[in-house]
């Protein structure tokens, strides 16, 4: 089957859903024996300009999709495996693949139990997790004809905006994005030791005053020079700092920076797991979860809950993600206090509809599940 009629297909199983219960009334249902059935593909993002970060400069970015049909209906799941995590898409592909028989005969109501044991058997691989995870909630959403943002007793009226990334680039190309960038009342800049960071932040305030919030993406190298510019970003209308150091940098490293400056200090790269979120916001001031990170919806849940135990601000963000991804980190995005969802805004060929963004606002559709279509 190529993509286009893998598409199509799962359009098919989308309609059928929207049929009365009766017509079900023949098909396995849960508990009864039935299977799954899993697909899973990996699609190539193009990116509308070339993503330049600390970490690479890339046109294009692969992620894992991943089909969840039983029942008569389809969740769709997505995600962005990196190779900062040691994750790629053929290796996301092989570890869902490699517990294909456990993920199509469990009972997804049991997704708890389910992703367990997904951990158990296969470690890391966080973005296959995710794409899993988002698959089912999608699938357990349409099945109690409720958007995810209300099974977890959430109110959409409560998403905050999104900021528009602006990669790092030449001056003239930086200026051109934040022209483009202009429906968006906040941005986020990526600096780093490509270009010189006093360049990129200079050339965005030839153009705009709107605030900003930076990311280093562990790319400055020692802790005096992360002081000095962060009290020169200080002066230059900058909401907060992503990981101005190494992940592996010692605590200590950033609590002598937290002393120094006011500017809150959020943990991006240095949170990879549940159980570092306690030491770290022992000295970061919050926390970017991610659904690629964490592995999925209800993990990042888990993640935001812990962050707000211990009274700390919560950025939610995305890696290169279509509208799947970013449309299921939406339902969570009345969580926290900054979101960082532009993934579908950034590339060229969409597979899906999802998420709208209202001057920046996100805006979840009241439709069962995630509440995406095909594109
Ligand atoms: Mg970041």
Redesign the pocket.
């Known amino acids: 089957m190529n993509r286009r009629d893998w598409m199509k297909s799962a359009a098919a199983a989308g309609a059928a859903a929207a049929l009365p219960l009766d017509s079900f009334a023949a098909l396995p249902q849960q508990g009864s024996g039935g299977r799954a059935k899993v697909e899973t593909e990996i699609k190539r993002l193009n990116l509308r300009h070339t993503w330049t970060t600390t970490m690479a400069s890339d046109t294009f970015r692969d992620v894992i999709m991943v089909r969840y049909t039983r029942d008569g209906v389809t969740g769709y799941g997505e995600g962005a495996p990196i190779i900062r995590y040691k994750e790629n898409a053929v290796n996301a592909q092989k570890a869902i693949n490699s517990i294909l028989d456990l993920l199509e005969s469990a009972d997804p109501w049991e997704f708890d139990k389910l992703m367990i044991e997904f951990n158990r058997r296969v470690p890391g691989e966080h973005a296959a997790k995710a794409a899993i995870d988002i698959a089912l909630m999608d699938w357990i959403g349409k099945k109690v004809n409720v958007p995810i943002y209300r099974y977890l007793g959430l109110d959409p009226k409560d998403t905050p905006v999104t900021t528009f990334t602006i990669g790092m680039d030449t001056p003239e190309v930086v200026k051109q994005k934040t022209l483009e960038a202009a429906p968006y009342p906040v941005l986020k800049v990526k600096v780093g030791p490509n270009v010189p960071d006093e360049s990129m932040i200079d050339t965005i305030r030839s153009v705009t005053d709107k605030p900003l919030r930076v990311?280093a993406?562990e790319g400055w190298t020692n802790k005096e020079d992360v002081v000095r510019k962060i009290e020169w970003l200080e002066k230059k209308n900058v909401e907060f700092m992503?990981?101005p150091l190494p992940a592996a940098v010692p605590l200590e490293d950033i609590r002598w920076i937290r002393e120094r400056v006011s500017m809150p200090l959020i943990a991006?790269e240095a949170c990879t797991e549940a159980k570092m979120i306690p030491t770290l916001l022992q000295v970061y001031d919050g926390v970017?979860v991610k659904l690629d990170k964490a592995g999925g919806i209800m993990e990042s849940y888990r993640w935001i809950k812990m962050a707000r135990a211990y009274g700390k601000k919560v950025m939610l963000?995305c890696m290169i993600s279509s509208s799947c991804t970013c449309t299921a980190a939406a339902h969570l995005s009345p969580l926290v206090d900054y979101a960082d969802l532009d993934g579908p805004l950034l590339i060229s060929n969409d597979p899906f509809r999802g998420v709208q963004y209202d001057k920046a606002k996100l805006i979840l559709a009241d439709k069962p599940g995630l509440g995406i279509t095909l594109a």
Do not use: A, F, K
Request: glycine content about 14%; overall charge negative; charged content about 45%.
């Open positions: 990311d993406n992503e990981q991006d970017n963000g």
